[in-house]
């Protein structure tokens, strides 16, 4: 087994401490080559029974200016319609894989991989110099309609990517005391 250096350690702790939810993008373009690295990177979460039930869709360009809807609902996410990029994920399960996962193992940890992938691909995206907002309002059948998929495709998640606008500043990170959220037992 290789033990990570300080310096990788501070890095990974550089990289968590970065990336936050981004509302305020510029106007300069992301690469296909970036999303299809994010995507690529994403896709290395892991998932129960390494089902990998997700598939990704990375919307660009003025494509992405018209997807902008799809993730606005009732006023909220008015910033998205300044997105340059979105990453939209599929709940990729058939009928019978989610009747099996239930019979025996009586939970759908489809969920958790999903959430897994979603932070995989932040993590993946803040890495290539670029920031995300996880979006969870979504119009899925109007996803399903603009991406092409059949009705009744599930989408439980959206990622909005793009660099930052200057100034844009990194709040620090507001969290529970660690003895509220951890405990070790020996």
């Known amino acids: 087994m290789t033990i990570a250096t300080t310096e990788e350690i501070m890095n990974l702790e550089e990289l968590y401490l970065k990336r936050q ?4 993008y510029s106007d300069k373009p992301v690469a296909d080559a970036d999303l299809e690295k994010i995507c690529s990177l994403g896709a290395l979460a892991p998932s129960a ?3 990998q039930p997700w598939k990704m869709f990375a919307i660009n ?3 992405a200016k018209k997807f902008a809807v799809c993730v606005q609902m009732a006023g909220s996410n008015k910033w998205a319609s300044c997105c340059p990029a979105f990453i939209a994920i599929e709940l990729n399960r058939s009928k019978f894989e ?3 996962a239930e019979k025996f193992t009586f ?3 489809s969920g958790n991989d999903i959430g897994l992938l979603a932070a995989y ?3 993946a995206a803040e890495y290539c110099g670029l920031q995300t907002c996880i ?11 603009f991406l092409g998929e ?12 793009g660099y930052a606008e200057e100034g844009y500043e990194i709040r620090p990170k507001d969290r529970k005391p660690s003895d509220e959220v951890f405990k070790l037992i020996k």
């Not at 939810?21 to 305020?24: D, E, G, K, L």
């Not at 979504?138 to 399903?144: G, L, M």
């Open 61 to 63: 360009g003025e494509k």
């Open 49 to 51: 029974k390494n089902s």
């Open 150 to 161: 059949p009705e009744g495709s599930r989408f439980p998640l959206v990622i909005a990517v």
């Open 135 to 145: 979006l969870g309002i979504r119009k899925e059948e109007e996803i399903a309609e």
């Open 98 to 100: 989610e009747k099996i």
């Open 121 to 123: 691909i932040t993590l």
């Open 21 to 24: 939810s981004t509302r305020r």
């Open 107 to 109: 939970a759908d940890f």
